[in-house]
């Protein structure tokens, strides 16, 4: 089947200009035209809030000189082609990183386009480039990382757990200010339990951090129980204010974000503790103003030394360690992992796979038909 003529077509997922619903599109399959290039048969690709978005608000950023864009920057596949010099064989399982440098800043040209400075980036499936919910995509070596064979079930999470990969080494990094530090004794608070959400919870228990984990549904809810089966603690926050949470919880080293703005997100700063870190990586949808101390809250981050941070998307090095640690939580965890993944749909599901159904799953995917 993969030897057919050129000009063979293949099914992939996208929107077009102006536009507010997915659409299956033929497609001309891509051709390895370079040395450093692979063709990869997609296998699983996540389908995560940026899609949602970007369909519901029709924010098509299309290649230029095309009116649509092939949606899907989360994926894993197998390699079926390789040109002569990429360090991957046919059978490989690969994930994809989706952010291409701007080629003009210093971040970029040392290939951490997750800082790039001009913003003039590329991202595939969301900025300027096709995405993943394609049967094959074409890419060049240096944005492919081999996938471990006992994770290919699970390894389409490397993306999402890759963005907590770099927020943890930034945190790191950032507890590195105070000499004595000891990143295994930080006790950590994380709201929300999307993909995200659960990626920082199953990561922090894996290196054996205490986390406690907010979220507004009961204690019997299946996230809830997800999050305790990863070995952290649950707090149904509903009817509970930050002095609450203080006496239940106690104060945190670390709290991460993950839900997009709410009162409860500037309250949580009242959780930390002397030296603490707070990083935001939910982004928030629309526009709400919130009436907060904000003297209070200034004294408070100086008093205190707090560091209050964003983070956003990660490059090679987070997709290397998240694929280890998913590995190693596959070990000791399969079916906590295994249930990150709730729906899994097939391309001619597609409509049903991007409606709105946000509340009761974690990740959704499109597995495309193995043959
Ligand atoms: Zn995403
Ligand atoms: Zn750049």
Redesign the pocket.
């Known amino acids: 089947m993969e030897k057919g003529p050129l000009a063979m077509k293949i099914r992939a997922i996208g929107v077009r200009k102006g536009k507010k619903e997915p659409e299956i599109f033929l497609i001309e399959k891509p051709q390895v035209t370079k040395p450093n290039q692979a063709c990869i048969k997609m296998l699983d690709a996540g389908i995560?809030?940026?899609d949602i978005d970007i369909i519901e608000n029709s924010l098509v950023d299309s290649p230029p000189g095309e009116d649509k864009l092939i949606l899907g920057?989360?994926a894993i596949g197998k390699i079926v082609e390789t040109g002569e010099q990429t360090r991957f064989r046919k059978g490989d399982h690969v994930a994809l990183i989706p952010r291409h440098g701007c080629g003009i800043c210093a971040p970029c040209k040392s290939r951490r386009s997750d800082f790039c400075e001009t913003g003039q980036y590329t991202a595939a499936g969301q900025h300027k480039l096709h995405g993943y919910f394609s049967e094959f995509f074409v890419e060049e070596d240096e944005y492919i990382v081999k996938v471990p064979e006992g994770i290919v079930n699970v390894a389409v999470l490397a993306?999402?757990f890759s963005i907590v990969e770099k927020a943890l080494q930034q945190v790191m990094n950032a507890q590195k200010r105070i000499p004595t530090h000891e990143f295994r004794k930080t006790k950590a608070v994380v709201f929300g339990m999307g993909s995200v959400g659960m990626s920082a919870i199953a990561l922090l228990r894996n290196q054996g951090i205490e986390t406690h984990v907010l979220g507004r549904r009961d204690n019997t809810d299946a996230k809830a129980r997800l999050a305790t089966e990863f070995g952290a603690k649950y707090v149904d926050i509903r009817n509970k204010n930050v002095n609450i949470l203080k006496e239940e919880i106690g104060k945190v080293d670390l709290v991460i974000e993950a839900t997009g703005a709410t009162q409860m997100v500037i309250d949580l700063i009242e959780l930390m503790k002397r030296n603490a870190i707070y990083v935001f990586l939910g982004i928030p949808k629309g526009s709400e103003e919130l009436c907060f101390n904000i003297k209070g809250m200034v004294h408070k981050i100086v008093r205190e030394n707090l560091i209050i941070m964003g983070s956003v998307n990660s490059q090679k090095e987070h997709f290397e360690v998240a694929l280890k640690h998913i590995e190693e939580i596959h070990a000791k965890k399969p079916d906590a992992i295994e249930k990150i993944i709730t729906n899994i749909y097939h391309l001619d599901e597609y409509k049903l796979a991007f409606s709105k159904s946000r509340e009761e799953t974690i990740k959704k995917i499109i597995r495309f038909k193995e043959d």
Request: negative net charge; charged residues 30%.
């Open positions: 995560c809030g940026t920057h989360e993306e999402p």
